[in-house]
């Protein structure tokens, strides 16, 4: 059975960082796509970003490009997401995910909400002005 929990959320003020970490037990990342998904009160969950199964590709949504960094670690079989220079706007429950396919990666719909099975419970990102 899969498990993915997401931990590193908090309170940070606009400019400051923090590292989400997500890790998933039942599932190796070395053969799964995985992603970040944030959703803001009153607004629909979007994909913020993905590394490929391979860990050759990476793409971001373009608001938090050269803020947010998406890694992870094979040997912890941990996905990480370094959150920089934050904004109050990144204020949300972020949400780790793991494709649903193994071994599947499509840049065209990997920040597509359809293409994930597994998801974590949530960890909750407060950035205040």
């Known amino acids: 059975q899969v498990q993915v929990v997401e931990s590193g959320g908090g309170l940070v003020e606009a400019g400051g960082s923090l590292r989400l970490s997500c890790t998933a037990s039942g599932l190796g990342l070395v053969n799964y796509t995985m992603a970040w998904f944030r959703q803001a009160p009153g607004k629909e969950r979007e994909g913020v970003c993905d590394?490929?199964?391979?860990?050759?590709?990476?793409d971001y949504m373009d608001s938090v490009k050269g803020r947010f960094v998406i890694s992870r670690d094979i040997a912890r079989n941990t996905l990480f997401l370094q959150m920089n220079n934050l904004k109050p706007e990144d204020t949300a429950m972020y949400y780790c995910?793991?494709?649903?396919?193994?071994?599947?990666?499509?840049?065209?719909?990997?920040?597509?909400?359809?293409?994930?099975?597994?998801w974590g419970q949530g960890t909750q990102v407060t950035v205040s002005s």
């Open positions: 590394i490929s199964w391979s860990g050759r590709t990476t």
């Open positions: 995910a793991a494709a649903a396919n193994w071994r599947t990666y499509n840049t065209y719909t990997a920040l597509l909400q359809s293409q994930y099975k597994h």
